[in-house]
């Protein structure tokens, strides 16, 4: 960036918490139902209908703010925050302007930015605010639709300090954002669906002199339009202070088709919503025993249990990250080393051969079956399973080819790997005087290869024509011979008399 400014960005993220039912009534909380059959009075707004505060948004609300280390205030309100538009009835949105549920936490963000550098920095939350969600509008052709399933949907509001300096940062933020909400089990984290949603608020200004003309993105539905936006908003801006313009405090849209944002609205001055408590919804003061219930609701964040999982089973950066992209893999991939490490193998070398095993071929195979490692905890590969297998290549029982195989055959037909390598005799020959028979046997069929391996004088020839003649007797066995002893033959039969 141009050294001569200094960009901030906040961000505003919406999540939709995963209750069965909204969060002031008793309707159906759910994704892509019939348009307006998850309604009734209280989310329709009809004059007399009381709303009831569902205690499971409010728990999971404070538990989000736990894990973004906020504090936790001693009693907390909901306001009606007074507005007309057509996708909310009541003509008022039940939210928490004055007391939010959580304030001035922090979450350190760690990660690499899409060009591969390294970012890590620390962004204050302000507030966590609970709120309903409004409804949703179709536009079709001169007629606008209006959908009121969504309409009193939970939705926590999470708010950042400006702390945001491109669009790397908010995308990396994002993501960890993302995927510490998914482990907590408060949202599934769809962006596309805006389960989880995201506005920022950008501005830029000469270094030293502070915030400059804020310009609000709204409805940012990838943490890569995030980033792309943000940094199109950046260079905008420069591109009209280097001018010798001002830039003009409106709400934009990003357009991905031609990658640039455009107008929204103007937005000169912030709008007085007239917010009040909200009547009907006590006070809530959340005790002892509420507050005990939130925290056995906590789970090792993903970014500490990456850490852990790097320390303790020497795993890299990368593959720590992509071991715990989900809380069921990341699970699975603890119970699959713990079983290894139980039969015999050394744990960092269980891990690596797990974690090799794990974010290749069973992806493959999840992918290919259209799972998701949420998925993996009724997969019919278990942690189990797959620990013998790899404890069995590792102790030199099974080839790398027949323990792909068994790996595959056991996804596929829900069987034990004992049960199926004993079926097909899968059993590793390790027994050199049965290697050196077969050894004779490819020298003597191949007797052509033979001479040439002995006789060529370029080395790299030589190798390739050893390879040739083990995968010969590899065949030959049936794939159950250690291909290290027959390597190892087969180079003695070459180097014998090679001149």
């Not at 769809?190 to 270094?207: I, K, P, Q, W």
């Not at 830039?247 to 917010?275: F, G, S």
């Amino acid at each position: 960036m141009n050294n001569t400014y200094q960009s901030f960005i906040g961000l505003e993220v919406h999540i939709h918490l995963l209750t069965r039912s909204k969060v002031f009534c008793g309707c159906r909380s759910a994704f892509g139902d019939e348009p307006n059959t998850n309604v009734c009075p209280v989310c329709m707004g009809y004059p007399g209908a009381l709303p009831a505060l569902n205690i499971e948004a409010l728990r999971m609300g404070f538990l989000a703010a736990k894990a973004l280390n906020c504090r936790i205030p001693e009693k907390t309100w909901f306001d009606r925050k007074q507005y007309f538009y057509p996708d909310m009835p009541k003509n008022y949105q039940i939210t928490q302007f004055a007391s939010p549920l959580g304030m001035e936490g922090y979450i350190d963000i760690e990660g690499k930015t899409a060009s591969g550098a390294e970012k890590n920095k620390r962004i204050r939350i302000k507030e966590c605010h609970l709120e309903e969600d409004s409804g949703k509008m179709v536009h079709k052709g001169n007629v606008s639709l209006l959908d009121y399933n969504r309409a009193g949907v939970p939705l926590l509001e999470i708010v950042t300090e400006p702390d945001f300096e491109n669009g790397e940062e908010a995308e990396i933020f994002l993501q960890q954002l993302r995927r510490m909400v998914r482990y907590l089990e408060i949202c599934d984290g769809n962006m596309e669906e805006g389960s989880l949603r995201a506005d920022a608020n950008v501005s830029v200004n000469f270094h030293g002199k502070g915030l400059g003309k804020k310009v609000e993105l709204k409805n940012l539905n990838s943490s890569r339009f995030v980033r792309l936006g943000l940094n199109y908003e950046i260079a905008r801006h420069i591109q009209v202070l280097d001018a010798g313009n001002e830039v003009i405090q409106e709400t934009r849209l990003w357009n991905e088709k031609q990658n640039e944002t455009v107008p929204m609205r103007r937005k000169e001055n912030a709008h007085d919503y007239r917010c009040f408590p909200e009547p009907d919804i006590p006070v809530f003061v959340p005790d002892a025993e509420f507050l005990q219930s939130v925290n056995d609701l906590l789970v090792e964040l993903p970014a500490q249990r990456m850490k852990r999982l790097q320390n303790e089973y020497a795993l890299s950066a990368e593959q720590a990250d992509l071991v715990c992209a989900e809380k069921e893999e990341a699970d699975y991939f603890e119970a699959a080393v713990s079983e290894a490490a139980a039969s015999g193998l050394e744990k960092t070398d269980a891990a690596a051969r797990i974690a090799n095993y794990l974010l290749t071929d069973v992806m493959h195979m999840l992918n290919r079956g259209g799972l998701s490692q949420k998925e993996l905890s009724v997969f019919s590969l278990t942690p189990r399973r797959l620990a013998y297998i790899a404890a069995a290549f590792s102790a030199g029982r099974l080839s790398s080819k027949n323990a792909k195989e068994a790996l595959e055959l056991c996804a596929a037909e829900n069987r034990e790997p004992e049960e199926i390598i004993r079926e097909r005799g899968w059993h590793l020959i390790s027994d050199p005087a049965v290697i050196a028979a077969a050894v004779n046997e490819v020298c003597e069929e191949e007797a052509g290869v033979l001479e040439e391996a002995r006789s060529t004088d370029n080395p790299k020839r030589r190798q390739s024509l050893a390879s040739f003649l083990a995968g010969k007797v590899l065949k030959k066995t049936g794939g159950a011979a250690d291909p290290k002893i027959v390597r190892g033959q087969i180079e003695k039969v070459i180097l014998f008399t090679v001149r």
